[in-house]
Protein backbone atom coordinates (compact mmCIF):
# COMPACT_ATOMS: atom_id res chain seq x y z
CA UNK A 1 0.00 0.00 0.00
CA UNK A 2 1.10 3.92 -1.19
CA UNK A 3 4.43 4.59 -2.88
CA UNK A 4 7.71 4.45 -2.57
CA UNK A 5 8.79 7.93 -2.34
CA UNK A 6 6.70 11.14 -1.94
CA UNK A 7 7.04 12.56 -5.45
CA UNK A 8 5.53 9.22 -6.55
CA UNK A 9 1.98 9.63 -7.72
CA UNK A 10 -0.36 7.00 -6.86
CA UNK A 11 -2.88 5.27 -9.14
CA UNK A 12 -6.27 3.57 -8.57
CA UNK A 13 -9.00 3.07 -10.75
CA UNK A 14 -7.92 5.70 -13.39
CA UNK A 15 -7.51 8.24 -10.82
CA UNK A 16 -4.06 10.24 -10.52
CA UNK A 17 -3.26 11.34 -6.69
CA UNK A 18 0.01 13.17 -5.04
CA UNK A 19 0.69 10.98 -2.55
CA UNK A 20 0.40 12.47 1.15
CA UNK A 21 3.34 13.47 3.13
CA UNK A 22 4.87 10.64 5.68
CA UNK A 23 3.23 11.80 8.52
CA UNK A 24 -0.35 12.72 6.97
CA UNK A 25 -3.30 9.70 6.35
CA UNK A 26 -5.87 9.79 3.37
CA UNK A 27 -9.14 8.25 5.22
CA UNK A 28 -12.55 7.05 4.02
CA UNK A 29 -14.67 7.55 6.91
CA UNK A 30 -18.15 5.95 7.12
CA UNK A 31 -21.17 7.39 8.78
CA UNK A 32 -19.60 10.38 8.64
CA UNK A 33 -22.94 12.93 8.79
CA UNK A 34 -23.52 11.47 12.66
CA UNK A 35 -22.62 13.09 15.86
CA UNK A 36 -18.85 12.11 16.36
CA UNK A 37 -18.66 12.01 12.38
CA UNK A 38 -19.39 15.58 12.36
CA UNK A 39 -16.61 16.58 14.63
CA UNK A 40 -13.94 14.14 13.70
CA UNK A 41 -13.70 14.90 9.97
CA UNK A 42 -13.58 18.57 10.52
CA UNK A 43 -10.97 17.84 12.94
CA UNK A 44 -8.94 15.18 10.96
CA UNK A 45 -9.03 17.80 7.76
CA UNK A 46 -7.71 20.77 10.41
CA UNK A 47 -4.15 18.65 11.25
CA UNK A 48 -4.16 18.44 7.14
CA UNK A 49 -5.31 14.64 6.91
CA UNK A 50 -6.96 14.34 3.44
CA UNK A 51 -10.61 12.82 4.49
CA UNK A 52 -13.04 11.18 2.38
CA UNK A 53 -16.55 11.69 4.24
CA UNK A 54 -19.09 9.20 3.70
CA UNK A 55 -22.69 8.25 4.92
CA UNK A 56 -25.35 6.04 3.57
CA UNK A 57 -26.40 7.95 0.35
CA UNK A 58 -23.10 7.56 -0.63
CA UNK A 59 -21.75 4.34 0.49
CA UNK A 60 -24.02 1.72 2.65
CA UNK A 61 -21.78 -0.73 4.82
CA UNK A 62 -24.31 -3.18 4.25
CA UNK A 63 -24.25 -3.62 0.40
CA UNK A 64 -20.31 -5.28 -0.31
CA UNK A 65 -20.44 -3.65 -3.82
CA UNK A 66 -20.72 -0.20 -2.20
CA UNK A 67 -18.06 -1.19 0.22
CA UNK A 68 -15.50 -2.51 -3.04
CA UNK A 69 -15.98 0.47 -4.75
CA UNK A 70 -15.18 3.03 -2.73
CA UNK A 71 -12.08 1.30 -1.42
CA UNK A 72 -11.38 0.90 -4.92
CA UNK A 73 -12.23 4.62 -5.97
CA UNK A 74 -8.78 6.40 -4.73
CA UNK A 75 -5.99 5.75 -2.97
CA UNK A 76 -6.22 5.78 0.51
CA UNK A 77 -4.78 4.67 3.65
CA UNK A 78 -7.14 4.06 6.80
CA UNK A 79 -10.93 2.76 6.84
CA UNK A 80 -12.82 4.44 9.95
CA UNK A 81 -15.86 2.59 10.44
CA UNK A 82 -18.17 5.28 12.40
CA UNK A 83 -21.63 3.89 10.59
CA UNK A 84 -23.72 2.09 12.94
CA UNK A 85 -27.31 1.84 14.26
CA UNK A 86 -26.71 3.84 17.53
CA UNK A 87 -30.47 3.91 18.78
CA UNK A 88 -30.87 0.82 21.50
CA UNK A 89 -34.73 1.17 21.24
CA UNK A 90 -34.37 0.93 17.10
CA UNK A 91 -31.86 -2.56 17.66
CA UNK A 92 -34.22 -3.92 20.38
CA UNK A 93 -37.39 -3.92 17.83
CA UNK A 94 -35.64 -4.47 14.95
CA UNK A 95 -33.01 -7.05 15.71
CA UNK A 96 -32.32 -8.20 11.35
CA UNK A 97 -31.77 -4.13 10.78
CA UNK A 98 -29.51 -4.05 13.88
CA UNK A 99 -27.23 -7.20 13.00
CA UNK A 100 -26.90 -5.90 9.27
CA UNK A 101 -26.00 -2.98 9.97
CA UNK A 102 -23.81 -3.22 12.93
CA UNK A 103 -22.73 -6.61 12.67
CA UNK A 104 -22.47 -7.36 8.94
CA UNK A 105 -21.67 -3.94 8.05
CA UNK A 106 -18.64 -3.82 9.75
CA UNK A 107 -17.92 -7.37 8.47
CA UNK A 108 -18.57 -6.00 5.06
CA UNK A 109 -15.83 -3.26 5.68
CA UNK A 110 -13.22 -5.34 7.25
CA UNK A 111 -12.97 -8.03 4.74
CA UNK A 112 -12.44 -5.41 2.01
CA UNK A 113 -9.56 -3.76 4.23
CA UNK A 114 -8.08 -7.91 4.52
CA UNK A 115 -7.96 -7.83 0.84
CA UNK A 116 -6.33 -4.64 0.16
CA UNK A 117 -4.33 -4.34 3.56
CA UNK A 118 -5.01 -1.23 4.85
CA UNK A 119 -5.68 -0.91 8.78
CA UNK A 120 -9.21 0.06 10.15
CA UNK A 121 -10.06 1.87 13.12
CA UNK A 122 -13.83 0.40 14.67
CA UNK A 123 -15.69 2.71 16.62
CA UNK A 124 -17.69 0.41 19.67
CA UNK A 125 -18.92 1.21 22.48
CA UNK A 126 -19.10 0.40 26.20
CA UNK A 127 -22.54 -1.31 25.62
CA UNK A 128 -20.40 -4.29 25.27
CA UNK A 129 -20.03 -4.69 28.87
CA UNK A 130 -22.92 -6.47 31.17
CA UNK A 131 -22.75 -3.78 33.64
CA UNK A 132 -22.62 -5.70 36.92
CA UNK A 133 -19.17 -4.40 37.61
CA UNK A 134 -18.30 -2.21 40.58
CA UNK A 135 -15.40 -0.99 39.15
CA UNK A 136 -14.72 0.94 35.70
CA UNK A 137 -14.00 -1.37 32.99
CA UNK A 138 -11.03 -1.69 31.17
CA UNK A 139 -9.94 -3.51 28.06
CA UNK A 140 -8.90 -6.79 29.70
CA UNK A 141 -12.39 -7.17 31.43
CA UNK A 142 -14.61 -9.75 29.24
CA UNK A 143 -17.64 -8.34 27.37
CA UNK A 144 -20.94 -9.11 28.01
CA UNK A 145 -23.50 -7.47 26.09
CA UNK A 146 -27.18 -7.59 27.65
CA UNK A 147 -28.78 -5.79 24.76
CA UNK A 148 -29.20 -6.20 20.92
CA UNK A 149 -27.15 -3.06 20.22
CA UNK A 150 -24.24 -4.30 22.45
CA UNK A 151 -24.46 -7.52 20.42
CA UNK A 152 -24.07 -6.51 17.71
CA UNK A 153 -21.34 -4.00 18.20
CA UNK A 154 -19.25 -6.62 19.92
CA UNK A 155 -19.92 -9.00 17.24
CA UNK A 156 -18.05 -6.44 14.78
CA UNK A 157 -15.14 -5.98 16.92
CA UNK A 158 -15.09 -9.75 16.22
CA UNK A 159 -14.91 -9.66 13.06
CA UNK A 160 -12.33 -6.38 12.77
CA UNK A 161 -10.23 -8.63 15.19
CA UNK A 162 -10.57 -11.85 12.65
CA UNK A 163 -10.07 -10.23 9.79
CA UNK A 164 -8.11 -6.89 10.15
CA UNK A 165 -4.53 -7.63 11.45
CA UNK A 166 -3.69 -3.72 11.26
CA UNK A 167 -6.65 -2.34 13.23
CA UNK A 168 -7.61 0.24 15.69
CA UNK A 169 -10.74 -0.63 18.46
CA UNK A 170 -11.81 2.42 20.05
CA UNK A 171 -14.76 1.91 23.00
CA UNK A 172 -16.45 5.45 23.62
CA UNK A 173 -19.12 6.41 26.32
CA UNK A 174 -21.86 8.32 26.87
CA UNK A 175 -21.40 10.32 23.56
CA UNK A 176 -21.19 14.60 23.64
CA UNK A 177 -21.29 15.45 20.59
CA UNK A 178 -23.04 17.76 17.81
CA UNK A 179 -24.44 20.76 19.42
CA UNK A 180 -28.02 22.04 18.69
CA UNK A 181 -29.51 20.41 15.83
CA UNK A 182 -27.36 17.14 16.02
CA UNK A 183 -27.17 15.97 19.07
CA UNK A 184 -29.93 13.40 19.99
CA UNK A 185 -28.45 12.20 23.65
CA UNK A 186 -28.88 13.25 27.12
CA UNK A 187 -27.40 16.21 26.42
CA UNK A 188 -29.45 17.38 24.19
CA UNK A 189 -32.61 16.13 25.75
CA UNK A 190 -31.72 18.35 28.96
CA UNK A 191 -31.21 21.47 26.91
CA UNK A 192 -34.38 21.22 24.98
CA UNK A 193 -36.40 20.98 28.65
CA UNK A 194 -34.60 24.10 29.82
CA UNK A 195 -35.37 26.10 25.99
CA UNK A 196 -39.05 24.77 26.44
CA UNK A 197 -38.95 26.46 30.39
CA UNK A 198 -39.61 23.62 32.52
CA UNK A 199 -39.73 24.08 36.11
CA UNK A 200 -38.30 20.57 37.20
CA UNK A 201 -36.03 17.93 35.39
CA UNK A 202 -35.70 13.79 35.87
CA UNK A 203 -33.19 12.27 35.32
CA UNK A 204 -31.87 8.72 35.81
CA UNK A 205 -29.83 8.52 39.15
CA UNK A 206 -30.01 4.36 38.88
CA UNK A 207 -27.56 3.54 36.00
CA UNK A 208 -23.93 4.67 35.16
CA UNK A 209 -21.53 5.30 32.81
CA UNK A 210 -18.34 7.73 31.29
CA UNK A 211 -19.04 10.47 28.94
CA UNK A 212 -16.74 10.72 25.94
CA UNK A 213 -17.09 14.42 24.52
CA UNK A 214 -16.39 14.15 20.40
CA UNK A 215 -13.27 16.73 20.09
CA UNK A 216 -11.27 15.08 23.21
CA UNK A 217 -12.13 11.76 21.25
CA UNK A 218 -11.11 13.36 17.97
CA UNK A 219 -7.90 14.80 19.28
CA UNK A 220 -6.85 10.88 20.91
CA UNK A 221 -8.28 9.59 17.33
CA UNK A 222 -5.58 11.46 15.49
CA UNK A 223 -2.68 10.66 18.14
CA UNK A 224 -3.54 6.78 18.00
CA UNK A 225 -3.23 6.84 13.69
CA UNK A 226 -0.23 8.83 13.92
CA UNK A 227 1.55 6.35 16.32
CA UNK A 228 0.46 2.72 14.78
CA UNK A 229 0.20 0.91 18.05
CA UNK A 230 -2.82 -0.57 17.01
CA UNK A 231 -5.47 -2.68 19.50
CA UNK A 232 -8.39 -1.71 21.84
CA UNK A 233 -8.77 1.61 23.60
CA UNK A 234 -11.12 2.89 25.64
CA UNK A 235 -11.66 6.11 24.97
CA UNK A 236 -14.12 7.93 27.57
CA UNK A 237 -13.35 11.41 29.20
CA UNK A 238 -12.35 10.48 32.78
CA UNK A 239 -14.70 10.11 35.63
CA UNK A 240 -18.00 8.13 36.16
CA UNK A 241 -21.41 9.43 36.49
CA UNK A 242 -24.85 9.26 36.69
CA UNK A 243 -27.70 10.75 34.02
CA UNK A 244 -28.37 12.79 37.23
CA UNK A 245 -24.97 13.97 37.98
CA UNK A 246 -24.61 15.39 34.30
CA UNK A 247 -28.30 17.10 34.42
CA UNK A 248 -26.77 18.47 37.85
CA UNK A 249 -23.78 20.03 36.22
CA UNK A 250 -25.66 21.11 33.68
CA UNK A 251 -27.82 23.36 35.63
CA UNK A 252 -24.82 24.52 37.75
CA UNK A 253 -22.51 25.35 34.90
CA UNK A 254 -25.86 27.29 33.47
CA UNK A 255 -26.16 28.63 36.61
CA UNK A 256 -30.19 27.44 36.65
CA UNK A 257 -30.68 27.19 40.02
CA UNK A 258 -34.40 28.02 39.41
CA UNK A 259 -34.72 24.27 38.21
CA UNK A 260 -35.70 21.67 40.26
CA UNK A 261 -34.26 17.96 39.31
CA UNK A 262 -35.56 15.14 40.61
CA UNK A 263 -33.49 11.65 40.79
CA UNK A 264 -35.54 8.89 38.85
CA UNK A 265 -34.84 5.46 38.37
CA UNK A 266 -34.89 3.40 34.90
CA UNK A 267 -38.20 2.32 35.22
CA UNK A 268 -39.52 6.08 35.59
CA UNK A 269 -38.59 6.00 31.52
CA UNK A 270 -39.49 2.82 30.72
CA UNK A 271 -41.95 3.35 28.31
CA UNK A 272 -39.98 5.41 26.04
CA UNK A 273 -36.34 3.66 26.91
CA UNK A 274 -38.01 0.37 27.05
CA UNK A 275 -34.59 -1.31 25.61
CA UNK A 276 -31.94 -2.93 28.75
CA UNK A 277 -29.44 -1.18 29.79
CA UNK A 278 -26.22 -1.79 32.29
CA UNK A 279 -26.42 -0.67 35.55
CA UNK A 280 -22.82 0.42 34.81
CA UNK A 281 -21.18 1.82 31.46
CA UNK A 282 -17.99 3.51 33.47
CA UNK A 283 -14.71 2.78 31.53
CA UNK A 284 -11.33 3.59 32.66
CA UNK A 285 -8.64 4.65 29.33
CA UNK A 286 -6.36 2.31 31.08
CA UNK A 287 -4.51 1.02 27.90
CA UNK A 288 -4.00 4.91 26.66
CA UNK A 289 -2.98 5.03 30.83
CA UNK A 290 -0.35 2.36 30.55
CA UNK A 291 1.10 3.62 27.01
CA UNK A 292 1.17 7.43 28.37
CA UNK A 293 -1.57 8.53 25.05
CA UNK A 294 -4.30 9.89 27.06
CA UNK A 295 -4.86 12.98 27.15
CA UNK A 296 -8.97 12.88 27.64
CA UNK A 297 -10.21 15.42 30.25
CA UNK A 298 -12.08 15.05 32.85
CA UNK A 299 -15.74 14.72 32.28
CA UNK A 300 -17.21 17.91 34.07
CA UNK A 301 -14.70 19.85 32.51
CA UNK A 302 -15.05 18.32 28.88
CA UNK A 303 -19.05 19.76 29.43
CA UNK A 304 -18.32 22.79 30.09
CA UNK A 305 -16.98 23.54 27.34
CA UNK A 306 -19.23 21.57 24.84
CA UNK A 307 -22.14 23.70 26.60
CA UNK A 308 -20.59 26.96 24.51
CA UNK A 309 -22.18 25.44 21.77
CA UNK A 310 -25.38 26.20 23.16
CA UNK A 311 -24.94 29.69 24.19
Given at each position: ????????????????????????????????????????????????????????????????????????????????????????????????????TNAIGTKNVALECRKTGI?????????????????????????????????????????????????????????????????????????????????????????????????????????????????????????????????????????????????????????????????????????????????????????????????
Amino acid sequence: MGCEDESRICLRSDTVHVRQPANLVRILVTGAMGMTGSVLVPALREHGHHVLATDIDDLDVRRPSDVHAWMHRTMIDLVAHLAAETSLEVCQNVPDHAWLTNAIGTKNVALECRKTGIPMVYISSAGVFDGTQREPYTEFDTPNPINVYGATKYEGERFVRQFVPNHYIMRCGWMMSGGPGKDHKFVSHVMTQIHDGVDTIHAVSDKFGSPTYAPDFAACFETLIRSGDYGTYHTVNAGSCSRYDVARAILDILGRYDIALRPASSSFFSERFFAPRPTSEAMRNYVLDLQGKNTMRPWRDALEDYLKAWQ
